[in-house]
């Protein structure tokens, strides 16, 4: 039942209390995002994949090693002009092929937009923490599947013989294999500018680089929960700042069989014997 309402206070205008500006309460940021090179964790991915492949073999046994996707030019740095025509046995060829539509089972699409991805982004969850000027990394990481076939070649056909006989022994064929690896991923560097401005050291207007980089260093990881290394980029032969994530799942299938051929016929005698 409702009270009685001669007992009722009504409120004179002194009464009330304006409260104004409730918003300076509320923590409010601004976000962006950084795409990292794609290209970065294929090369990444490709070198991790090369060497495990060839650990398995002894020193210097393959006499030519190809990649594919690399430089055209590469070979000039390492061969005369004279062996660029004829490649010597035993030969290792690297090919990948990207599956560009993988998402994880769902896992990695986004269907929003970029506003809405941002605003789905928690501060607390950022490694990098730097509360006095509002300053938060956080990271989103993607699965990637890359098929990898391996081509390898030899003179002789029991040379062809003892080395599928040895993959059938140092690989674990049907099988699937997770390994933990260390991966390095490139830090932004109009991001990298933004935080060494707002802690008051110098850079350079025309590059972005940080003109005093170690102590810069000191200082990213005196606020980083994960390790920030600063070192040469190969791809591009520059000095830039890297985030060191640990113990990075990799998931190796071994499913496909080896195929192995009868080698290419050269008047009444067979050579180059392919697996």
Known sequence: MPGDISNRHIMNEDDIIKITNIDRFRP???????IPSYVHSLSIATEFIYNYVLKRFPPDYFATIHIGGKHPFDDFRRF???????RNNPALAINYTLQ????DNDIDYNLLSTN???????????????????????MDLEAMLINYTFRFRENLKAQ?????NRLRKVFRLGCTETLDIDCDFHLNRTMIAYIAKEAGFAVDPSTNEVLDPWNFIRFLNSYS????LYKLRFINQKYEYFLRMRNLPVHLSFTNGLDVDDGNQSGMTAIGFTI
Request: proline share 4%; glycine share 4%.
């Open 100 to 103: 560009y539509d993988y998402n």
């Open 225 to 228: 929960q994960m390790p920030i």
């Open 116 to 138: 809405k991805y941002l605003k789905r982004s928690v501060w607390q969850r950022s490694f990098f923490k730097w509360p006095s000027k509002n300053v938060y990394i956080g």
């Open 160 to 164: 062809q013989l003892d080395l599928f």
């Open 28 to 34: 409010s940021l601004k976000c962006d995002l950084f």
């Open 80 to 86: 005369n002009k004279g062996d660029l025509i004829y």
